[in-house]
């Protein structure tokens, strides 16, 4: 059998109950495009061939049939943590933009490998981390 090369993450997934709320915040903060959307979800661009999918909670308990085959029912509950990359030189940046959209900082943080996040709630209470390089593995 071949090797496979390890996959990549290319969609992150957030359950919502405003999904007009919630595309506000993620626009408002991220600059993120919409690339499709109905009353269900919001896919945004995040950046190269990564997606933030934006679901209201409790609307994709059935299956999805679409031409090209069926997505099988998925959904979540309660608050759930989700990572942006950042640069660091940027971290004062960031939090400028924090505090111009009114978003409190629940916490910062200083990682010993040289990293360094923010922390802070979306509106649905999803924990949201803003972290550089050095946070996992060494700059």
Request: with cysteine; hydrophobic share 40%; net charge negative.
């Amino acid at each position: 059998m071949k090797t496979l090369a390890p996959p990549t993450i290319r969609e992150t997934c957030l359950y919502v109950e405003d999904l007009a709320r919630a595309l506000a915040f993620y626009r408002a903060l991220l600059n993120y495009e919409v690339l499709a959307s109905d009353e269900r979800f919001c896919a945004l661009d995040a950046g190269g061939d990564q997606v933030l999918l934006l679901f209201v909670r409790g609307a994709t308990t059935q299956p999805a049939e679409l031409p090209g085959g069926t997505i099988p029912p998925h959904d979540g509950s309660g608050p759930v943590h989700v990572g942006f990359g950042i640069e660091l030189e940027t971290i004062e940046d960031w939090l400028a933009r924090l505090a111009q959209l009114n978003i409190p900082i629940e916490s910062r943080m200083s990682w010993p490998n040289g990293g360094r996040s923010i922390f802070f709630r979306d509106p649905d209470g999803h924990l949201v981390e803003l972290l550089t390089r050095g946070t996992w593995k060494p700059i």
